[in-house]
């Protein structure tokens, strides 16, 4: 809890005085096209269609005959319902706004000085998870708001400090119920509750330091699990008073050219796979570096031992922390993903279309981000189904779900997606084998890679995060 009556208090730091290549680089063999060659055949399809490939900072699983995702507008959004501490609910502010869900409405473009001061913040949240809670960019994009819990004067004083590098900008602070790691904690506690298999996905809600929950339908229909049920439980059982939110949503769907690629594979491109007499669709995500091994990154949850590209093999399994009964799977602790060994693997994202002109443009990944992104980033996908597809904006920065095999996924990061870049949440974005191709955001020599396409539920979308490979392996890489 905030203490000496903190509790809703906006604070402004500092206001607006002025103006508002890839590591695989061989020659291909017997006529098939290597680095260099595939490179320059992209530059030409690029060439001739005039486009850029640049990425715009803005589970997808597909077993054979499943369907795709249906773009719009959702025009009835889930009503959430809010228990506990009404102090810290969302309320608007001079730098938030909030849609009739509480959710911060966030518009504008990123800068590269926004995205510094965000990064910035970010990495001193992150470092102090008992003071806070996480950073969001203002609703205009002109500045930011760190969430902070209790006095913390310290903490305070760093976040002044780095509003005072970017003095253009303003910064604030919003005081809420708890940090990051408490507000964490207790929403593993709800997961291992006697309500855990109710509630599909768990997530820190950074404005109010509290917890949003998404709740199977039923159980939140017949009353069984509830805000105020939820809320209860953790002020009896752990003594813990957090703003508790709850919405429905059922079991979010994996995600299980491109289509035509050749080694050093690269990102985005279609795999296949057997897996019980059934074909399944899924998409390349990352290079994984560890001690002297490169090995190719892709979604647990696409089942199958080998995996090919117009008949070619691009991997075999290697390790994976899925395992599709749940009592056997390390997905909780490491997150929804498997590693392929076999071939040589590049270090670039198809960035165009599936098929047709640009579709073999392509993008250098040249960093990588271990932690997720601040609520607002945006992020762009690229695979086998749907091609690159960005204006997808993160709304939490961790979470832990069920998926729709019954597992527990741990290291997610949500996301809505908006076709006009707006405060709007569609359906149009990654769909039905996209599984596995990579999360990423434009830097100034490529893109950034976040991690890869995980799966959604209507306009809830998730990628699974770096942290769980580098939880695994701290010395792992993305190459």
């Not at 950034?448 to 979308?461: F, H, W």
Request: hydrophobic share 35%; aromatic share 6%; glycine share 14%.
């Amino acid at each position: 809890m905030a203490a000496g009556g903190l509790a809703a208090v906006l604070t402004l730091l500092v206001v607006v005085t002025g103006s508002q290549g890839s590591d695989d680089d061989g020659q291909g063999s017997g006529g098939v096209p290597g680095e260099a060659e595939k490179l320059a055949l992209a530059q030409a399809q690029e060439d001739s269609s005039g486009g850029d490939g640049a990425a715009v900072g803005g589970s997808a699983s597909e077993q054979e005959g499943g369907a795709g995702t249906t773009s719009g507008q959702d025009e009835s959004p889930a009503v959430v319902v809010r228990a506990g501490p009404s102090e810290f609910f969302p309320q608007d502010s001079e730098c938030l706004t909030f849609d009739v869900n509480g959710q911060p409405l966030i518009s504008g473009e990123e800068t590269s000085e926004t995205i510094a001061l965000v990064d910035a913040l970010g990495s001193l949240a992150q470092a102090n998870p008992d003071v806070a809670a996480g950073v969001s960019y203002c609703s205009d994009r002109t500045g930011a708001v760190v969430f902070v819990a209790g006095e913390a004067p310290e903490f305070r004083a760093e976040v002044q400090a780095i509003a005072a590098e970017h003095s253009s900008l303003n910064v604030f602070t919003q005081d809420v119920a708890a940090g990051f790691a408490a507000a964490e904690a207790a929403a593993q506690k709800l997961h291992e509750s006697e309500f855990g298999n109710s509630i599909t996905l768990l997530a820190v809600d950074i404005v109010t330091g509290g917890i949003d929950a998404w709740v199977d339908p039923a159980a939140l229909a017949e009353g069984s699990v509830t805000a105020e049920v939820l809320h209860a439980y953790l002020l009896a059982t752990e003594s813990v008073d957090l703003p508790v939110a709850v919405q429905p949503m059922g079991p979010y769907t994996t995600a299980v050219d491109r289509k035509h690629d050749t080694a050093p594979y690269w990102m985005g491109a279609e795999i296949v796979t057997t897996y019980q007499s059934t074909t399944g669709y899924c998409s390349t995500g990352l290079t994984i570096v560890t001690g002297t091994s490169r090995r190719l990154l892709t979604a647990g949850h696409c089942l199958g031992s080998t995996f090919t590209n117009n008949g070619n093999t691009v991997g075999t399994i290697s390790t994976t922390a899925y395992n599709p009964t749940n009592s056997l799977s390390n997905s909780d602790i490491y997150g929804d993903w498997k590693l392929l060994q076999g071939q040589t693997y590049g270090s670039r994202v198809y960035s165009g279309p599936v098929t047709g002109t640009g579709s073999g443009t392509s993008l250098a990944i040249t960093a990588a981000d271990w932690d997720g992104l601040e609520r607002g980033r945006g992020v762009c996908t690229s695979g086998r189904s749907t091609g690159q597809v960005c204006r997808f904006f993160v709304t939490h920065t961790s979470a832990c779900g069920w998926d729709d095999n019954s597992v527990y996924n741990c290291h997610l990061m949500v996301m809505r997606h908006d076709s006009s870049g707006g405060n709007g949440a569609d359906t149009a974005g990654f769909s039905g084998g996209d599984s596995g191709g990579p999360c990423y955001h434009a830097n100034s020599s490529g893109v950034t890679a976040v991690g890869i396409v995980t799966g959604s539920a209507g306009t809830v979308y998730l990628c699974t995060k770096l942290s769980g490979v580098r939880a695994w392996s701290a010395s792992a890489t993305v190459g």
